[in-house]
T-cell receptor, first 114, second 112 residues
Framework: DADVTQTPRNRITKTGKRIMLECSQT?????MYWYRQDPGLGLRLIYY???????NKGEISDGYSVSRQAQAKFSLSLESAIPNQTALYFC?????????????FGPGTRLLVL | GESVGLHLPTLSVQEGDNSIINCAYS??????FIWYKQESGKGPQFIID?????DKRQGQRVTVLLNKTVKHLSLQIAATQPGDSAVYFC???????????FGKGTRLHILP
């Protein structure tokens, strides 16, 4: 079984709809991240959480919110989806503090906002 | 500002040849660098990393070189195989807030 799983893997929604992307991990890591990937722009950090009670904004948090329900679960919500949020979304985890932080990525969720 | 970028968006290499993927970074405070491989339809996968107190590190068929003087990072893949086809990202950890900054990626295309 995969260590980092994401659901759904693909989603089509309409402008204005609220959607939630979920991430679960079995690695026992404290740190979890949500990234967005667009063609030609690489990975950009949306939100990150260093433990269950810690939530931090990343580079592009506007229009998104997150919830860390448990050490193993970190969900990303789009309160009112808009077309420019069409992208590939990745969840990642890491278990090491400070430099030397290798991140482990999920398979991604492809989101299309019409 | 901080930036991590790659010189070439696409690199085509003959199967069996060595591949060299380059990366420039601008944050002189970064002390940890990582290369990730992303195959089509999958998430990025860790390949190799290097700390700033080193200038070279070798793995299986891969070598990472770090030149702190010119803020340059490279990934060398020996005897490139069809399975090496992917997008390769360099990333840095600036050591200020424990976040990783990713470059835009280079697509490696293997010619038969």
């Amino acid at each position: 079984d995969a260590d980092v799983t994401q659901t759904p893997r693909n989603r089509i929604t309409k402008t204005g709809k609220r959607i939630m992307l979920e991430c679960s991990q079995t690695k026992g890591h404290d740190r979890m991240y949500w990234y967005r990937q667009d063609p030609g722009l690489g990975l950009r950090l949306i939100y990150y959480s260093f433990d269950v009670k810690d939530i931090n904004k990343g580079e592009i948090s506007d229009g998104y919110s997150v919830s860390r329900q448990a050490q193993a679960k970190f969900s990303l919500s789009l309160e009112s989806a808009i077309p420019n949020q069409t992208a590939l979304y990745f969840c990642a985890t890491s278990g090491q503090q400070g430099p030397g932080e290798t991140q482990y990525f999920g398979p991604g969720t492809r989101l299309l906002v019409l | 500002g901080e930036s991590v970028g790659l010189h070439l968006p696409t690199l085509s290499v003959q199967e069996g040849d060595n591949s060299i993927i380059n990366c420039a970074y601008s944050n002189s405070a970064s002390d940890y660098f990582i290369w990730y491989k992303q195959e089509s339809g999958k998430g990025p996968q860790f390949i190799i990393d290097i700390r700033s107190n080193m200038d070279k590190r070798q793995g299986q068929r891969v070598t990472v070189l770090l030149n702190k003087t010119v803020k340059h990072l490279s990934l060398q893949i020996a005897a490139t195989q069809p399975g090496d086809s992917a997008v390769y990202f360099c990333a840095e950890n600036g050591n200020r807030d424990d976040k990783i900054i990713f470059g835009k990626g280079t697509r490696l295309h293997i010619l038969p």
